[in-house]
C-alpha cells in the first residue's frame, strides 16, 4: 500500500519568508510525486510533478521540490513566498503502474502581508 | 480555467433522496476518477475509469453509483445517503497511456447530507 504523510498542518509565514513544506511517502517500488495546491474557493490544481531525471523540479508560480529518494521524500520548497500563496498545499504519490493518485492530508500555508 | 467541470457545485439533500453528480472534462482524456474530500481527512479514492470502464472501487459503499456512458463524462448516482457522506466530490481526468500522466481535478461538488 502506499501512504503519504504531511507532517506541517498549518504553516504561517510573512511575506518575504522561505517556505519547506515536507512530504514522505511509503511505498516499495517506483513512484510518480505530485504537488497540488488548492486556493481559497478554487479547485485543486497541479502545482509539479516528478517522474524521472533530474530529482530537483521546477513548478509553476517559483515552487521547486526535490526528490530524495534515500529519504522517501518530496519536499516542496519557494525561496520567498507571497500573500497570494495562501492556499492549502497537497502531496500526492502514484505507485508504477498505478492509476490512482495517494493524498496527504494537506498543509494550510497562510501568508501574512 | 480548469478543463474538467461538475454539476451541480453545491447540493443538499435529505437521506431519502435520489441524486446525480455529473462531471464533464474536456482535456481528451481516456481515464476519470471520483475523490471525496472530507473535513480534516486526505482525499480519498472512490472510483476509476479506464476506456470507460469501471477498474478501481475502493470499498465504496453500494449507495455510491457510478457512471461512465463515454470518456467525457462521468456521473455519480446517490441514493440513501447518510449525514456522514457530507463532504467535497471532486472529479479528477488523466491521459493513460502517456508517459508524464498528472490527474486534473473539477472545482466540485459540496454534498450536504441532513
Known amino acids: 500500500a502506499q501512504s503519504v504523510s504531511q507532517h506541517n498542518h498549518h504553516v504561517i509565514l510573512s511575506e518575504a519568508a522561505s517556505l519547506e513544506l515536507g512530504c514522505n511517502y511509503s511505498?516499495?517500488?517506483?513512484?510518480?510525486l505530485f504537488w497540488y495546491v488548492q486556493y481559497p474557493g478554487q479547485h485543486l490544481q497541479l502545482l509539479l510533478k516528478?517522474?524521472?531525471?533530474?530529482?530537483l523540479v521546477k513548478g509553476i508560480k517559483g515552487f521547486e521540490a526535490e526528490f530524495i529518494k534515500s529519504k522517501f521524500s518530496f519536499n516542496l520548497r519557494k525561496p520567498s513566498v507571497q500573500w497570494s500563496d495562501t492556499a492549502e498545499y497537497f502531496c500526492?504519490?502514484?505507485?508504477?503502474?498505478?492509476?490512482?493518485?495517494?493524498f496527504g492530508s494537506g498543509t494550510r500555508l497562510q501568508v501574512q502581508p | 480555467e480548469t478543463g474538467v467541470t461538475q454539476t451541480p457545485r453545491h447540493l443538499v439533500m435529505g437521506m431519502t433522496n435520489k441524486k446525480s453528480l455529473k462531471c464533464e472534462q474536456h482535456?481528451?482524456?481516456?481515464?476519470m476518477y471520483w475523490y471525496k474530500q472530507s473535513a480534516k481527512k486526505p482525499l480519498e479514492l472512490m472510483f476509476v475509469?479506464?476506456?470507460?470502464?469501471?477498474?478501481e472501487n475502493n470499498s465504496v459503499p453500494s449507495r455510491f453509483s457510478p457512471e461512465c456512458p463515454n470518456s467525457s463524462h462521468l456521473f455519480l448516482h446517490l441514493h440513501t445517503l447518510q449525514p456522514e457522506d457530507s463532504a467535497l466530490y471532486l472529479c479528477?481526468?488523466?491521459?493513460?497511456?502517456?508517459?508524464?500522466?498528472?490527474?486534473?481535478f473539477g472545482p466540485g461538488t459540496r454534498l450536504l447530507v441532513l
Open positions: 479528477a481526468s488523466s491521459q493513460l497511456l502517456r508517459d508524464r500522466e498528472a490527474q486534473y
Open positions: 475509469y479506464s476506456l470507460e470502464e469501471r477498474v
Open positions: 500526492a504519490v502514484r505507485g508504477t503502474g498505478r492509476r490512482a493518485l495517494t
Open positions: 511505498y516499495g517500488g517506483t513512484v510518480n
Open positions: 516528478y517522474f524521472s531525471g533530474d530529482p
Open positions: 482535456l481528451g482524456h481516456n481515464a
